[in-house]
């Protein structure tokens, strides 16, 4: 990665809380992501690392605090500066979320037709090539049924980008697929960050195979950023929530149980 | 929808949250060439697939009704008006409200099915997130292929169960064919009785695929929520059918 790009910031997020009713998910998390980077996500689940995603694209709005992306502050978007902000974001989510009913073309197809007014063989062939890079060339007219669970995630992949954004939000891109389905789609994700120049997020609770793909993590746990940095790093820490996470320790800072306000736990402390 | 709104439960907020629903929807409209072929699509998805329960149906219905007619107007040996009582019933009553029913019972229940089902899967959320309004994506076009379709329904049910009159009344009984059709003729009226019904059809074309569609949109995203908003599209449908018919008819009679 050339240094000047890694120098520009992407997003920036400052003094973020969300809260659920009384819960507290997040509270005080700052950051700056830089351009051309890949970010992972990381902490227990169910601590809020999905949440961060959706405050990213706008899905949620903070209590508290502001989220810059490109200099566009999203926090305070009305619908329709929202709707239009999104066309320069790519999400995969958790399961691929294929359309059911439309083929892999169509589903691919679909950002398009609904953003540009491309002729249809430009169209025809725009989707060819989105669908030739994630190595998929042929199975157009299958229906996602038809795949296997690493094919439809690497569709989702296609059809994420297929308008070329600059971000790219991925939500346990991952989880259920066999090591070589992980390892195609961490070689896709790398090489599609760097060569687009996107900026990349990653939410995942998978220490080893995040280790290997990203540029710098966040750990999150108990609703701040238990530690930061690069996961060689991060593998050497002391801090006890990082290194309870990153070595999958039972015994430390972050709870075994779910902690509600007034539970009977409360009375063994 | 925010979640200040979805906070609020109750049938007043739910009946606010669905008029939005509505207004969101018609603000959608635009005549394009791909919203048109989406309409017409999902038209021959929800109408033109209801075609044969409903034209089973309504030849049944024309035979039983004949049949029970017949029986009546015989004691007082009016049975040469069986095709006026049977097809005037129709054209006003049966003919809508039944095939609304059934329309619910077939259509409306796949259309929240399947956008319940594509909320729990995440493909609505999918869509947000390209900047696709699934309001106007997936709502839009099942709403207005149910208003085209239930007017057409109806008509068809109408004529298959005046062909269901026809066998049993002169096939079966052996009423004279002549007084039969001469007696539809005197005394049914095309603008009063037959598209006064398919006014009625219209409303209720209407209303059964908005509550489709909003149940189906605001369900829960598990299996259970899917199951529920299924059986109440069925359930809250059919009773505004009867409420909003007895309105009508009260109203324009």
Partial sequence: MEQAQINKTAIRIRDLVFRRGRNTILDGISMDIQQGSIVAFMGPSGVGKTTIL??????LKPDEGTIEVYGQMVSGMSDRELHHFRRNIGVLLQDGALFTDLTVFENIATPLREHTDLPEPLLRRLVMVKLNAVGLGGIEDLMPH??????????AFARAVVLDPRIM???EPMTGLDPIAV?????????TNDT????????THNVTQMSQLVDYCYIIASAKIAGEGPPEQLNLSTEPSVDQFMNGKMEGPIPFHYQTPGTPWGLLD | MG???TRLTGPVAQSGQCLLFLAKMISGIRFSSSQVRSVLQQTYLIGARSLVIIMICGFFVGMVLSLQAINALEQFGASDQVSLLVVKSLFRELGPVLTALLFAGRAGTSVTAEI?????????EAMELMAIDPIQVIALPRFLAGLISLPLLTAMFNALAILGSVVFSIGVMDLDAGIYWSKLQEGVYFHKDFVGGIWKSLVFGGLVSLIAVFFG???KPTGAGVGTATTNTVVVSSVLILVFDFIMTSFFT
């Avoid at chain 1, 687009?196 to 939410?203: A, D, H, R």
């Fill in chain 1, 183 to 191: 390892s195609t789609v961490r070689t896709l994700m790398r090489e």
């Fill in chain 1, 196 to 203: 687009l120049g996107l900026t990349s997020i990653v939410v």
């Fill in chain 2, 116 to 124: 319940g089902l594509m909320k729990a899967t995440n493909q609505i």
């Fill in chain 1, 54 to 59: 959706r405050l990213i694209s706008g899905q």
């Fill in chain 2, 3 to 5: 979640d200040h709104t």
């Fill in chain 1, 146 to 155: 038809e795949l296997s669970g690493g094919m439809a995630r690497r569709v």
């Fill in chain 1, 169 to 171: 939000l991925y939500d």
């Fill in chain 2, 217 to 219: 949109y605001t369900a």
